[in-house]
């Protein structure tokens, strides 16, 4: 049996929901996915699933991906010192996904998600966007903070599963939690997993598969779904 559908397999057999209808098609609007970036971001965390997600876009014209910055357009230093031209500002309006990347822990002062976490105006805008809300690694941490994650299931890197717990999440061990509008991830790596799952989700298997397959990468671990 192939390690994909061993995975599905598994995940079914736990009671878990590995795939999801989609819910675009080509008479609809194409769904609109901001990730945003911001200085002392983890490159990983948002170039995974702008890749990912911008490929759908190219094999089909069903979704539209753009970097974003949390104010102005800029060029910001990520965590590893790549430098990248953002060349829009968040517009929460306008996105039907908003993807959130870490950027280190919050315990450490110089890291991107403590600066992130210390601007208050973003933060308060962040609690406000009504766009699905997702997380990949310590990202999930700057939703915490915003009050998408109290009460519900999520999970994050695990350095910081404890702090999320305590912060009034349900941490659910799996590779992804999608608790519909929040769909957050496990570490770094991890925001391939998530972004192939939101290419599942709303545009089929198909689509997820043929992205596997280019990318040759196969999903790891299961998606924890709330249904």
Same mark, same amino acid.
């Given at each position: ?20 209808? @989609? ?9 609109? $996915?901001? *990730?945003? !970036? ?13 890749? $990912? ?8 014209? #069903? ?13 910001? /230093?990520?965590? +590893? ?5 953002? @060349? ?8 039907? *996904?908003? !993807?959130? @990347?870490? &950027?280190?822990?919050?315990?450490? @002062? ?9 601007? +208050? ?7 406000? $966007? +009504?766009?699905?809300? *997702? ?7 700057? %939703?915490?903070?915003? &009050?998408?994650?109290?009460? #519900?299931?999520? /999970? /994050?890197?695990?350095?910081? +599963? ?26 770094? /790596?991890? &925001? %391939? ?5 939101? *290419? ?22 299961? !998606?924890?779904?709330?249904?």
């Amino acid at each position: 049996m192939e390690r994909r559908t061993f995975l599905r397999a598994s995940a079914l057999s736990a009671g878990v929901m590995a795939t999801g209808a @989609p819910i675009a098609s080509a008479s609809q609007s194409p769904l609109r $996915v901001q *990730v945003l !970036v911001y200085e002392g971001a983890e490159e990983l965390d948002f170039v995974a699933p702008f890749d $990912v997600l911008s490929m759908a876009g190219h094999m089909s014209d #069903r979704i539209r991906t753009s970097l974003v910055s949390t104010g102005r357009p800029t060029t910001i /230093t990520a965590s +590893k010192g790549m430098r990248i031209d953002v @060349p829009r500002g968040w517009s929460p309006q306008d996105a039907d *996904v908003l !993807v959130v @990347p870490g &950027g280190g822990f919050a315990n450490q @002062p110089a890291s991107g998600l403590a600066r992130l976490l210390a601007d +208050k105006a973003f933060m308060r805008r962040l609690a406000e $966007v +009504k766009a699905v809300m *997702v997380g990949v690694c310590t990202g999930v941490m700057a %939703l915490s903070a915003a &009050g998408f994650t109290r009460g #519900r299931p999520a /999970t /994050t890197h695990a350095g910081a +599963k404890a702090d999320l717990a305590a912060q009034g999440a349900t941490v659910i061990n799996a590779r992804v939690v999608d608790d519909g509008n929040l769909v957050t991830c496990g570490g770094i /790596t991890s &925001g %391939l997993d998530a972004a192939i799952w939101l *290419v599942e989700r709303y545009l089929g298997v198909q689509l997820a598969n043929r992205i596997e397959t280019v990318m040759e990468y196969e999903r790891r671990g299961t !998606v924890w779904r709330n249904t």
